[in-house]
């Protein structure tokens, strides 16, 4: 059950280097606030996949529930509950405003990660 796979690890890597230039570089409208949410989920997922071996639905579910749990923190302000609401990572981890948007997104982030690794495996067992 839990087995370390290079491929996820490298795509994480890859996907945390995109979410970092995001962070710090895209000031625009549309990548910064829906790009990076979009691929956070499916950063995760990878993450989760690097050390393992649990089957696709389960995992992407699991992701998603967590996605959504760290939104809905935001919505009840749990951040400053904690008393962490100075702290500049605490911010950039648990973020700190509730967006219906972002659920969509992290939902379409996964619902596509799902796809692809459908689609690849169809066309490997082709």
Not at 39 to 54: P, R
Not at 67 to 75: F, K, P
Not at 107 to 120: S, Y
Request: with cysteine.
């Amino acid at each position: 059950m839990i087995r370390f796979n290079k491929y996820y690890f490298l795509l994480a890597l890859l996907l945390f280097v995109v979410e970092l230039y995001i962070g710090l570089y895209m000031h625009d409208d549309f990548i910064r606030p829906y790009g990076g949410d979009f691929l956070v989920v499916i950063l995760l997922y990878c993450v989760v996949k690097s050390f393992a071996n649990w089957p696709v639905l389960p995992t992407a579910a699991g992701v998603l529930v967590f996605a959504y749990l760290i939104e809905i923190s935001q919505y009840f302000h749990l951040i400053v509950l904690l008393g962490l609401q100075h702290s500049k990572a605490a911010r950039l981890l648990l973020g700190t405003s509730f967006s219906f948007t972002d659920l969509l997104c992290y939902t379409l982030g996964m619902a596509t990660m799902i796809l692809v690794l459908n689609i690849r495996l169809s066309m490997k067992n082709f």
